[in-house]
């Protein structure tokens, strides 16, 4: 599948392009570019922030503009969260990561800008971008970090095709019918005890009890327990008689 650039523009430090590059390496990403880092590439700080992500490093490309870093990918976002006056479609990391994940399937390369530590991007960044992606964060304090930026992208992009782990047998919700006997065993439990003592509201209390044994999705060891346990209080209720 075609993974997304992630593209730093004008960072500043290269321990932060390190730090980008372990969080991309976390959620399996490796097209890193940057464009015009402030002090050059390579960068040695770059590698012990990294923390073995060196594969990362090294496929590093360097832009001399935003335009030649987006240049070949089909679907551009940047990321801001400062409003700006520009009628561009605004979404969260979560929608941008399914965007790209779509046009991923279909062959499609997005391209993802992060702006520099202290300013974030400019407009003239922004223009040639079609998508904004913020992040719904405290408006009160609202800045995230370059490499906290980057690994919420990341995170999402990697989620975003992941499937669901299945439950562990154990765990798994017992099956209709024996939740259904559990209900069934606990009801005649009831009734010899004498419980449904108001015949006109015994429907309805029937149903209550049918909603409480349903809604916890007990596992198939639950729902023995439980049964083991109502009928040892019948049992004994019997000895008592």
């Given at each position: 599948?075609?993974?997304?650039?992630?593209?730093?523009?004008?960072?500043?430090?290269?321990?932060?392009?390190?730090?980008?590059?372990?969080?991309?390496?976390?959620?399996?990403?490796?097209?890193?570019?940057?464009?015009?880092?402030?002090?050059?590439?390579?960068?040695?700080?770059?590698?012990?922030?990294?923390?073995?992500?060196?594969?990362?490093?090294?496929?590093v490309t360097v832009h001399d503009s935003v335009a030649a870093a987006l240049a070949d990918c089909h679907l551009t976002f940047a990321t801001t969260v400062r409003p700006r006056d520009m009628p561009k479609p605004v979404v969260t990391p979560r929608e941008a990561a399914a965007m790209m994940r779509e046009?991923?399937?279909?062959?499609?390369?997005?391209?993802?800008?992060?702006?520099?530590?202290?300013?974030?991007?400019?407009?003239?960044?922004?223009?040639?971008?079609?998508?904004?992606?913020?992040?719904?964060?405290?408006?009160?304090?609202?800045?995230?970090?370059?490499?906290?930026?980057?690994?919420?992208?990341?995170?999402?992009?990697?989620?975003?095709?992941?499937?669901?782990?299945?439950?562990?047998?154990?765990?798994?919700?017992?099956?209709?019918?024996?939740?259904?006997?559990?209900?069934?065993?606990?009801?005649?439990?009831?009734?010899?005890?004498?419980?449904?003592?108001?015949?006109?509201?015994?429907?309805?209390?029937?149903?209550?009890?049918?909603?409480?044994?349903?809604?916890?999705?007990?596992?198939?060891?639950?729902?023995?327990?439980?049964?083991?346990?109502?009928?040892?209080?019948?049992?004994?209720?019997?000895?008592?008689?």
């Amino acid at each position: 599948m075609t993974a997304p650039a992630f593209i730093l523009v004008r960072p500043q430090l290269g321990m932060n392009i390190g730090m980008a590059a372990r969080a991309m390496g976390n959620f399996a990403l490796d097209q890193l570019r940057l464009v015009e880092p402030r002090d050059g590439w390579p960068n040695p700080e770059a590698g012990p922030p990294a923390a073995g992500a060196d594969h990362v490093l090294e496929a590093v490309t360097v832009h001399d503009s935003v335009a030649a870093a987006l240049a070949d990918c089909h679907l551009t976002f940047a990321t801001t969260v400062r409003p700006r006056d520009m009628p561009k479609p605004v979404v969260t990391p979560r929608e941008a990561a399914a965007m790209m994940r779509e046009a991923a399937a279909k062959g499609l390369k997005s391209g993802i800008l992060f702006g520099p530590e202290r300013s974030g991007l400019t407009a003239d960044d922004l223009a040639p971008v079609a998508t904004i992606v913020t992040c719904p964060v405290n408006p009160g304090h609202g800045s995230l970090n370059l490499a906290q930026a980057v690994l919420l992208l990341g995170y999402e992009w990697f989620q975003a095709a992941a499937p669901a782990p299945a439950p562990a047998p154990e765990h798994a919700p017992a099956p209709h019918g024996e939740v259904a006997g559990l209900i069934a065993h606990l009801d005649q439990a009831l009734d010899a005890a004498g419980y449904y003592h108001v015949p006109d509201r015994t429907p309805a209390t029937r149903r209550t009890l049918a909603r409480l044994l349903t809604r916890p999705n007990f596992t198939q060891e639950e729902v023995r327990t439980l049964r083991g346990i109502i009928r040892a209080l019948a049992e004994a209720r019997k000895r008592r008689a």
